[in-house]
């Protein structure tokens, strides 16, 4: 089982930048894809991106492409969301994701098996 927490939220204008972390203990953090999500009120979660074991590849959902950028450090056990040109919809709880087992890249929440427990972004118009 993984321990997943994320820091980094708060409240940002519109144009802003926020970077969350997501530190991860209790499993090898290095052999597993990891990814973010994010619910907003009244809305199902959904994908934001996703970064294979050794950040060879990444995926975006359309809405953050060119904006986000997803990375990951794993001698910190340690994966990051860089979050530029925030727009009031970006507004959400952001969660941090682990795979359900090895070779499974947590691009949709089906093959999600463990969640953080989520960090508030909040843009300002």
């Known amino acids: 089982q993984v321990q997943l927490v994320e820091s980094g939220g708060g409240l940002v204008q519109a144009g802003g930048s926020l970077r969350l972390s997501c530190a991860a203990s209790g499993r090898t953090f290095s052999s597993y894809a990891m990814g973010w999500f994010r619910q907003a009120p009244g809305k199902e979660r959904e994908f934001v991106a996703a970064?294979?074991?050794?950040?060879?590849?990444?995926y975006y959902a359309d809405s953050v492409k060119g904006r986000f950028t997803i990375s990951r450090d794993n001698a910190e056990n340690t994966m990051y969301l860089q979050m530029n040109s925030l727009k009031p919809e970006d507004t959400a709880v952001y969660y941090c994701?682990?795979?359900?087992?090895?070779?499974?890249?947590?691009?949709?929440?089906?093959?999600?098996?463990?969640w953080g427990q989520g960090t508030q972004v909040t843009v300002s118009s």
């Open positions: 970064i294979t074991w050794r950040g060879g590849n990444t």
């Open positions: 994701a682990a795979p359900k087992g090895w070779g499974i890249v947590p691009v949709s929440a089906d093959r999600v098996g463990s």
